[in-house]
């Protein structure tokens, strides 16, 4: 383990390794996680209107994690062994017990992830979230919600890890903007602790 740069959001915080992981143990979890994730093509509803979400994910987690964002309700699949021993190193990095990740795979660079804060009533109040990135490099961008003008890019590569710290999805909204160039495939893994069943689960 080694120390994270330390990027000061005002407020909130964020934690960056840029070679978490080398570049053989990146490989090699990627290849691995594209072939063996059942990937799913979810759709969300809004105003009535379904649309299938640009990019395929997979929800693993502890029995009970549920979660439900964007109208979409997601069942854990158990967690599988290649997942294990990276949950424990994250959740020892962050120094939070996760129980759940949501792995996004983004197939080429039309596929993306709106403006969006995972501030959803299961994470609690003040979220720790851990990203990890695999494959192509993408930018990842952070914008303050009450001041648009401040925004914040880090242009994510294989084998890095950006913790986002207490105060960020309070104050912050995060995307993974479309690109025009030419990219191949993205994997990342946002690992995530669910304290709280939504009500009627
Ligand atoms: O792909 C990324 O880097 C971000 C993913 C994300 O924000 C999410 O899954 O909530
Ligand atoms: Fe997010």
Redesign the pocket.
């Known amino acids: 383990m080694s120390l994270p740069e330390i990027i000061e959001l005002t407020p909130g915080q964020l934690s960056y390794w840029p070679e978490w992981l080398a570049e053989h143990q990146a490989n090699r979890l990627f290849d691995l996680l594209l072939d063996k994730v059942k990937w799913r093509q979810d759709v969300i509803t809004i105003f009535g209107k379904t649309h299938s979400i640009p990019r395929l994910q997979a929800w693993f987690g502890d029995p009970g994690t549920q979660y439900q964002y964007s109208g979409m309700v997601l069942e854990p699949s158990p967690w599988p062994d290649i997942l294990k021993p990276l949950r424990d190193r994250v959740s020892s990095e962050a120094g939070e017990p996760f129980n759940s990740v949501?792995v996004?795979l983004?197939r080429t660079g039309s596929d993306s992830?709106g403006w969006?804060a995972?501030n959803e009533p299961e994470l609690g109040k003040s979220p720790v979230i851990a990203?990890l990135?695999l494959g192509a490099v993408?930018r990842?961008r952070l914008r303050n919600i009450s001041d648009k003008t401040r925004t914040m890019t880090l242009d994510?590569p294989s084998g890095s890890l950006l913790v986002m710290g207490k105060g960020v999805q309070e104050n912050w909204h995060?995307q993974?903007a479309k690109t025009s160039r030419d990219v191949g495939p993205r994997i990342?893994l946002?690992f995530r602790r669910i304290i709280k069943q939504p009500p009627g689960a």
């Open positions: 949501l996004n983004y992830n969006h995972d990203s990135s993408r990842f994510l995060h993974l990342n946002t």
